[in-house]
């Protein structure tokens, strides 16, 4: 049986997720109070090495002592080649208590990597009796992880979601850019601009997709230019991505906006799915709607949509 994205387990809403720099703790209880979907905490490439031992215990505090609501709540580690890794990791599973839903692991190259988090993150948890199995989420930014990414996505059944990391994937690659996300106006032919990022996103989205994870596109980095954001996102959104990150709570609403099914879309999900019946009571599986094919690809395309306005 095929499972369809939204039927799995690992459906969660996941819109908007906004990055927090751990070493900012004022910005905790906005971000706990806003709007996304997702928020993580970054203990990376946003902290100086020099602070990264203080990063950690406001994590962990945070995700002890504030109140998170609903959301997905992530703390993004430093990588597994750094010397900070497994302290983050301890610090987070066996202090931090049971709120946490998702340790994002950045740089994954290869499948053996988010298997050795597993392996690790089940001795924490088990030493420490914690309650219930943290998720991962793996952040694909490097060409070796890209090269890598259908076996890294199926390689611990702790994943739940594959976040594509632009600015790192461009390092990289060689990318001649230093934005961080948005086109590139060397990326054209003569009839106009093209979309760099294309091939990786559409690779992790088929990557996450196949393996039943939630695909999330990178940030745009240029947190003043909506009209660009908008673009952005309309793009991840039209080649499948659930959801996309903010560097900014600027860009939250406009996330939340274009990844949430219009009501026009809902309806005519649903008067898909009211055809549909309607010709399987006749015993027919293909059936017209307003002069189109309705199949039973038809059906699951509309589930998917009905699930995600229902769990919204
Ligand atoms: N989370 C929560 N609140 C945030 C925030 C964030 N990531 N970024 C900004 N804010 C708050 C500010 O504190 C400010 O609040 P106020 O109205 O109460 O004063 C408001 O949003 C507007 O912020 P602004 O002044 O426009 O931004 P800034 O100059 O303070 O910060 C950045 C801009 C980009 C440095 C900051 O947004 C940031 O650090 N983003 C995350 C970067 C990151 O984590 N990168 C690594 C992962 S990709
Ligand atoms: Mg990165």
Known sequence: MTISPTSSPKARLHRSELAVPA??????????????????LDLEDSVPEAEKDRARANAVAAVRDLDWGRKILAVRVNGLDTPHFYKD??????VGGDRLDIIMVPKIGDPREPFAVDLLASQIEANANRARRVG???VIETAKGL?????IATASPRTESLHLGVADLAASLGMRTTAIGGLNPDYATTAGLLDPWHFALARVITAARAAGLRPID????????MEGLEAATR???????????AIHPGQVATLNAAF???????????RVLAAMEAGRKEGRAAVALDGRLLDIASIRQAEAMVAKAERI
């Open 235 to 245: 793009r991840a959104r039209a080649l499948g991505a659930e959801g996309k990150m």
């Open 260 to 270: 949430q099914p219009g009501e026009a879309e809902i309806a005519q999900a649903r």
């Open 147 to 151: 090269a890598n990414v259908e076996a």
């Open 218 to 225: 990178g940030p745009y980095g240029d947190f003043r230019d």
């Open 23 to 40: 070493i900012r703790p004022e910005l905790f209880p906005k971000a706990a109070a806003g709007a996304a979907d997702a928020v993580f």
């Open 136 to 138: 991962l989420g793996l």
């Open 89 to 94: 990791l301890i610090a987070l599973l066996a």
